[in-house]
T-cell receptor, first 114, second 111 residues
Framework: EAQVTQNPRYLITVTGKKLTVTCSQN?????MSWYRQDPGLGLRQIYY???????DKGDVPEGYKVSRKEKRNFPLILESPSPNQTSLYFC?????????????FGSGTRLTVV | GQNIDQPTEMTATEGAIVQINCTYQ??????LFWYQQHAGEAPTFLSY????GLEEKGRFSSFLSRSKGYSYLLLKELQMKDSASYLC????????????FGQGTTLQVKP
């Protein structure tokens, strides 16, 4: 089944403890992206990747890192999480950046930082 | 700046027709998407418009007017399972692939 897989689905952590949210897609998509979704603010792009080893900042990149060493994987790293990073996170992929079908989203990761 | 406006909430009756509007003001335009998102779940793709006019796909249709910065999603023969949030998103100009999302419209379908 074609899909984007994110892990974990739920995570509660403490301020300052480094964490990684994994994202993997099995559709051979070139383009991958991370979004966060907050009430009243909608979905906002954190980082995106046009292809392997090509990443760039989105609208809200502060406090996050990403890497794209392989085409299928695009992990999101929070080096020192803070409470304002409590949010619902979605990984998304598409065949390329201008696909007519937009993104395929992962199931989401609900992160709480206390 | 970039701004996408949708109504926050709408209510409709099972079997009826509902139209969800979206207006946008963005520095560039490379297509408009509609997604459906059930509570706690991932958004799923509904439609894509890049040229003016109506795109029909089963019970769902989407319309675009680029000159007016306006789109709507039309849902016919509403079913209870259509209760969800509907997200309007504009793809930014250039090749970054970035989608700029509105806050979403929560539709409640009542019996």
């Amino acid at each position: 089944e074609a899909q984007v897989t994110q892990n974990p689905r739920y995570l509660i952590t403490v301020t300052g403890k480094k964490l990684t949210v994994t994202c993997s897609q099995n559709m051979n998509h070139e383009y991958m992206s991370w979004y966060r979704q907050d009430p009243g603010l909608g979905l906002r792009q954190i980082y995106y990747s046009m292809n392997v080893e090509v990443t760039d900042k989105g609208d809200v990149p502060e406090g996050y890192k990403v890497s794209r060493k392989e085409k299928r994987n695009f992990p999101l790293i929070l080096e020192s999480p803070s409470p304002n990073q409590t949010s619902l996170y979605f990984c998304a992929s598409s065949l390329h950046s201008l696909s007519n079908y937009g993104y395929t989203f992962g199931s989401g990761t609900r992160l709480t930082v206390v | 700046g970039q701004n996408i406006d949708q109504p926050t909430e709408m209510t409709a009756t099972e079997g009826a027709i509902v139209q969800i509007n979206c207006t946008y003001q963005t520095s560039g335009f490379n297509g408009l998407f509609w997604y459906q998102q059930h509570a706690g779940e991932a958004p799923t793709f509904l439609s894509y418009n890049v040229l003016d006019g109506l795109e029909e796909k089963g019970r769902f249709s989407s319309f675009l007017s680029r000159s007016k910065g306006y789109s709507y999603l039309l849902l016919k023969e509403l079913q209870m399972k259509d209760s969800a949030s509907y997200l309007c998103a504009v793809r930014a100009a250039g090749n970054t692939g970035k989608l700029i999302f509105g806050q979403g419209t929560t539709l409640q379908v009542k019996p």
